[in-house]
Nanobody
């Protein structure tokens, strides 16, 4: 059984930082595998945030977070981390960890590319 367990959400003031972690179990990511993060704000759809290729470690970011967020992975621990700096109120959302075993580059920002989703962790940024 595949499980993605997120941790690290919370409430902060604008300009502060938070780190999210996700541990995956029961899934083996190969050459075309990727893990990442999506988010969903109130009344909105799920939005791509960042992703990282499991082999090679290439990273991809939404324009809205580029330069402020950083995604990294620990292959031995099957863990992906999202470091979020200079947080803004518009970053407030439920953040979901995702994993996919066959993610083509052109689809890396698509919800459909990821078969496995975590339960989500809330991030709230106040002004």
């Amino acid at each position: 059984q595949v499980q993605l367990e997120e941790s690290g959400g919370g409430a902060v003031q604008a300009g502060e930082s938070l780190g999210l972690s996700c541990v995956g179990s029961g899934v083996t990511l190969s050459n075309s595998g990727a893990m990442g993060w999506f988010r969903q704000g109130p009344g909105a759809g799920r939005e791509f945030v960042a992703a990282i290729r499991w082999i090679g470690g290439s990273t991809h970011y939404a324009d809205s977070v580029k330069g402020r967020f950083s995604i990294s992975r620990d292959s031995r621990r099957n863990t992906v981390r999202l470091q979020m700096n200079d947080l803004r109120p518009e970053d407030s959302a439920v953040y979901y960890c995702v994993a996919g075993t066959g993610v083509i580059l052109s689809a890396i920002r698509s919800t459909n590319a990821y078969r496995y989703w975590g339960q989500g962790t809330q991030v709230t940024v106040s002004s």
